[in-house]
T-cell receptor, first 114, second 115 residues
């Protein structure tokens, strides 16, 4: 069965620090990849997505992610975090030709101290 | 205009009661979903409907019954509520289940508390 692993469950950073959140998945076929963000008390919003093409994807709010097919990874990065980035971050993988239902990782809680 | 809306936003009820959560999307999407988010933020798929037809029914107790009167609506009815049902329930929609380029749009969530 498809699985998605987010290695960091809790990350605490100071403002202006760089961020990298790991995401690995287990399926070797064609996939769609997503990062969602959930601000406190709010719903999930799409940060960025990868469908095909350039493996370096830029999203909203200065976030980017790199798809490395050989490593089955889709890590999220931001060079300089802000207090307002405090949120829960979810990686999701959708397998084409399979169930087509996205599988979510368990999420990473990011706290940014001002 | 809210793309995916849910009502109610908060629901507090006693064990044993029956309750419903409504979801509507105005995006013209064919596929809708229900997710349960537990206290540890884990997001688990419960159901998925494509054009009013049930396509995914994960291991969810049969006390949970989704109903899709049309492809813009997917309601969730829960019978005999239990303490363990307390969670945030998210509705989502996407263009079509098997489209190659497809992202989900989430509703604001319904926080269910069972006392």
């Amino acid at each position: 069965a498809q699985s998605v692993s987010q290695h960091n469950h809790h990350v605490i950073l100071s403002e202006a620090a760089s961020l990298e959140l790991g995401c690995n998945y287990s399926y070797g076929g064609t996939v769609n990849l997503f990062w969602y963000v959930q601000y406190p008390g709010q719903h999930l919003q799409l940060l960025l997505k990868y469908f095909s093409g350039d493996p370096l994807v830029k999203g909203i709010k200065g976030f980017e992610a790199e798809f490395i097919k050989s490593k089955f990874s889709f890590n999220l990065r931001k060079p300089s975090v802000q207090w307002s980035d405090t949120a829960e971050y979810f990686c999701a993988v959708r397998v084409l030709g399979g169930s087509y239902i996205p599988t979510f990782g368990r999420g990473t809680s990011l706290i940014v101290h001002p | 205009d809210t793309a995916v809306s849910q009502t109610p936003k908060y629901l507090v009820t006693q064990m044993g009661n029956d309750k419903s959560i409504k979801c509507e999307q105005n995006l013209g999407h064919d596929t809708m979903y229900w997710y349960k988010q537990d206290s540890k933020k884990f997001l688990k798929i419960m159901f998925s409907y494509n054009n009013k037809e049930l396509i995914i029914n994960e291991t969810v107790p049969n006390r949970f019954s989704p109903k899709s009167p049309d492809k813009a609506h997917l309601n969730l009815h829960i019978n005999s509520l239990e303490l363990g049902d307390s969670a945030v329930y998210f509705c989502a929609s996407s263009l079509s289940i098997d489209t190659s380029y497809n992202e989900q749009f989430f509703g604001p969530g319904t926080r269910l508390t069972v006392l």
